[in-house]
């Protein structure tokens, strides 16, 4: 059975930082393709970063670059986003999610999702 776990929210102040981590149960992360995702409320969940399975390749949302950066930790079975920077508009439930060898770009395209961890960013 397929399982994502997100961990690594909280509240954290303007400018500052997390790293929100992705573990895996019942598979090997490194071949899926994994997305971060995020939705506040009222929104639609949008696409934040993916780092795909096959190539390495790396996505990141033009909201998020330069400021989050996503990597796998192959020993730990596990896909982290450092978060830093953090804006009051970031603030969401983040999840990941994993697909088959190439990121996806919408949500539709994700198969399995973890419960997702809450982000806050505020004074």
């Known amino acids: 059975q397929v399982q994502f776990v997100e961990s690594g929210g909280g509240l954290v102040q303007p400018g500052g930082s997390l790293r929100l981590s992705c573990a895996a149960s019942g598979f090997i992360l490194d071949y899926y393709a994994i997305g971060w995702f995020r939705q506040a409320p009222g929104k639609e969940r949008e696409g934040v970063s993916c780092?795909?399975?096959?190539?390495?390749?790396?996505y990141y949302a033009d909201s998020v670059k330069g400021r989050f950066t996503i990597s796998r930790g192959h020993a730990k079975n596990t896909v982290y986003l450092q978060m830093n920077n953090l804006k009051p508009e970031d603030a969401a439930v983040y999840y990941c999610?994993?697909?088959?060898?190439?990121?996806?770009?919408?949500?539709?395209?994700?198969?399995?999702w973890g419960q997702g961890t809450q982000v806050t960013v505020s004074p």
């Open positions: 780092i795909s399975s096959s190539d390495g390749m790396i």
């Open positions: 999610a994993g697909r088959g060898l190439f990121c996806g770009i919408s949500p539709d395209e994700y198969n399995d």
